[in-house]
């Protein structure tokens, strides 16, 4: 069995994931940072939202949330296939 050897990309492939990979995971800080201003600023809105049912609050702020915590982690992804060798098995 040949041991296994390392799979070059092109260098257009690895800036590419390492940009796309950088504004991503900035997107999704920002997102999750201004869930958590919002969130700060409305304690007793949030609290009256769960009282009176006010499930569009929660679902935008979560919808938010999802989107940053998603769009943080598919950053972090590109970002270490820019920054680490694939061995071709």
Known sequence: MAAAKFVRRSRAEIDRNYFFGDILIRAGAAALIAVALIAAATPFSLRDAVDDGMAGYLAV??????????????????????THWDKDE
């Open 61 to 82: 702020m979560g919808g938010f949330a999802a989107f940053g915590v998603g769009v943080l982690l598919y950053g972090r992804h590109l970002r270490r296939c820019a």
